[in-house]
């Protein structure tokens, strides 16, 4: 099996993100697409994604383009910028867009858009590759 | 009515706090405290807390103590580190402290721990304080 | 005068940009570009760019783009990730493009590179855009 | 030698360092601080001190302590909250803390403070540790 299968294979194994509505759409060595239906259940107090909510997606998104160098990975930090809220949407897109792919520290850059393809948040984070490998020889 | 039952009052309208379990423990001027239970149903496809939980928890507690200068709050960015995975933990719990509380801006540091206070993750949400109030003159 | 001349000059009035040889290259409303040389006095104990000599342009370059909204601005908070150490090259570029321009929070990414292209940093920071204009009526 | 001399004396190694007047003032496996003067060349052009200049002290007192360890560190990355500016203090002081000493990555939170002690800045900062030992066998 190849490692692209391997990767979106994995993300069925979390009912956190099944609930969240996360899907991958594209998965490539440097670049990696998801999105999230935009509904009442995601949502903060006032009415907009929660930041849990758009960290989930980006979190699982830009991780699965870190687990694409073959090895399970852990994340070592990761930061959100909250720059429009996201109004009148089907769905919010993550693209992930790969920075560092080294040896042992993977950086990706996400950002999350809407329908429009408007800018709504934009982040950074980093990550540890482990000595486990995702797929068999 | 006063202003901390109205910040915790206001965590209920989310559909998505109360499915995340997150619970207000404590507040005031300076600190926050709440907690949520380390089940399946939050974790990643490793078996550790997803990202989006903990980061759901950061933002939820960091942000009712932003609430507390009485006005509403959008979070502007927040950060968060990875230090260890929880483990044989009943609770995750989470401490948000004032870092800063001024006239636009508000600075909140977070600290997540387990059920034996052992530090598994750190972060920092700054907050912009907009001129809607939370409890009526 | 214009904006974009103002936010050149306003430079010329620290003595740590010119110590730290940081030259405004290009400005425009969404991007700004700088340059430093990649000298000894700017290094760390390893020989590399020290951490703040980099942060120091990003910061720099950054506000500059910021400052092109015609107020002065203070820095909220940046990050900068570092992701391969300058080596062979004359100067380093700092890149810096705008990412949200409200009316009260003005967020930009910038990517550090070297002689060749090569992507060595990449962080993000938030500006505060305050009530003080920075050119007369 | 012991450890914490030699990472005191690594810091000699910098002109930057020399330069921005960083002094390191204490150092232990969990702790470090220093300080810097308040002073017109480490300013940026509104009068206050350079984001890189803060940055500067937050990465060599950060960085000290993740020394302390005995190898090598590089910076993944590095943030930093400005939450006042210095006014009236002879010199700013940076207290370092340890809040993941790993394997291979070592977390430090920075608290930067003015003559009486009241917090100006925040950040925290991400280490890992190379295979490269400070201190001879």
Known sequence: MEI???CADFLKKSEFITYMG????SLD???ARGRM????????????MHGGSLYAIADTIAGTLANMGGMAVTTVDGSLHFLAPA???EYIYCDAK??????HLIT???DITDDKGKLLDCGCFTFYKTAQK???D
């Not at 996360?22 to 759409?25: A, R």
């Open 4 to 6: 692209a299968k391997v």
């Open 22 to 25: 996360i899907e991958l759409l």
């Open 29 to 31: 060595e440097e670049h």
């Open 37 to 48: 239906p935009f509904v009442e259940k995601y949502k903060n107090p006032y009415g907009s």
């Open 87 to 89: 109004m009148d949407t």
């Open 98 to 103: 790969l920075r560092k792919g080294g040896a």
């Open 108 to 110: 990706v850059d996400v």
């Open 134 to 136: 995702l797929l068999d």
